[in-house]
């Protein structure tokens, strides 16, 4: 009895155990990685033995462009692989975490990604002027930041679309934002329940919580989607990683007195100087404490 033909294909979904395998021809095989070891991810590409009618083996994953971590307090997992655009999705309305768009910024910097903010709901024109202004900061620190309304589909696609054909985003999002609509107006077929679904559909039983991959439906890109995924752990992430995730700080860094200045209480630190003259936003420097700390926790032992 020998080995079956080995064969190569995408990772589609990831379910703890088991991954979910696209072939070339679009046929899905129910995947389990060899040994204990599960280091594949979403957007992985991979060679896989496949056994009987639909599920398979993976034997290796192929080299990737990037990979994109999520880290709690507990360990880091693999979150994505081979992204090449994070869509942060906030909304006019409930009101959007500073936060979330700081640690993702941080991310995308480190993983060689381009962080797209949509603004959605643009449709509530009363608390539109309010949130635009808040836009206006993230701008400043070279977001590039589409407005749209989700509920609009054609809208959705005209200007979302040119900007993934040929490419893999990774959506995420605050729940409330629109991720849900957004997906659904992008990929009529991937039927995200929105949260008037979950309640219709009794709290919530359809959503899925683990990540999945969905094709455009032109073939002309891809979008990994992360349901219940709120926040950015960046813990694994270095000190040298996280300071270069401040696109702020960058001009200034040769204007620290110490070459190994950490800008947190140094003298002669041109971070400090420039929180103290508001040229750098203090909630920046406080994110970019916190984060430092949450290293400092993670790596303590
Ligand atoms: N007015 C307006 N409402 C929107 C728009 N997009 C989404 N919504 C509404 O906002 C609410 C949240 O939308 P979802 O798509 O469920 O949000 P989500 O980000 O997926 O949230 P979770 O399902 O909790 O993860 C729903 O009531 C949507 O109908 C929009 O462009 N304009
Ligand atoms: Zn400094």
Redesign the pocket.
């Known amino acids: 009895m020998g080995h079956n033909p080995l064969h190569e294909g995408l990772v589609v979904a990831a379910h703890g155990r088991h991954y979910t395998v696209e072939m070339p021809d679009g046929s899905l095989r129910k995947c389990f990685p060899r040994g204990k070891k599960a280091g594949t991810a979403v957007g992985d590409r991979v060679v896989i033995e496949p056994q009987g009618a639909d599920e398979g083996v993976i034997v290796r994953q192929l080299e990737r462009r990037n990979l994109l971590y999520r880290s709690d307090e507990m360990r880091t997992k693999l979150f994505a692989a081979n992204v090449d655009l994070l869509l942060i999705?906030v909304?006019v309305e409930p009101a959007f975490s500073d936060e979330l768009i700081g640690r993702a910024l941080v991310a995308t910097r480190c993983a060689g990604i381009k962080p797209l903010v949509i603004l959605?709901?643009?449709?509530?024109l009363a608390q539109l002027p309010a949130a635009q202004a808040r836009i206006e900061k993230l701008r400043g620190l070279g977001l590039e930041v589409i407005e749209?309304?989700?509920?609009?589909t054609e809208q959705v696609n005209a200007k979302l679309l040119p900007l993934l054909k040929g490419r893999t985003a990774l959506l995420l999002?605050?729940?409330?934002?629109?991720?849900?609509?957004?997906l659904n107006a992008l990929v009529p077929k991937a039927l995200?329940?929105?949260?008037?679904h979950?309640v219709a559909l009794d709290a919530g039983k359809h959503?899925t919580t683990s990540t999945r991959l969905y094709h455009l439906p032109d073939g002309s890109g891809d979008l990994i989607d992360s349901?219940?995924f709120q926040n950015f752990g960046l813990s694994h992430l270095s000190a040298g990683n996280i300071e270069r995730g401040f696109p702020e700080f960058e001009a200034l860094l040769g204007e620290c007195r110490f070459y190994n200045c950490t800008h947190l209480h140094e003298p002669g630190c041109g971070i400090l100087a420039a929180v103290e003259k508001g040229t750098i936003a203090r909630e920046r420097h406080d994110l970019y404490k916190r984060l430092l700390a949450e290293h400092e926790d993670q790596n303590r032992y």
Do not use: F, I, R
């Open positions: 999705v909304a959605n709901k643009v449709d509530l749209l309304s989700a509920l609009d999002g605050q729940s409330g934002m629109g991720k849900s609509t957004l995200a329940p929105t949260q008037e979950s959503t349901p219940g």
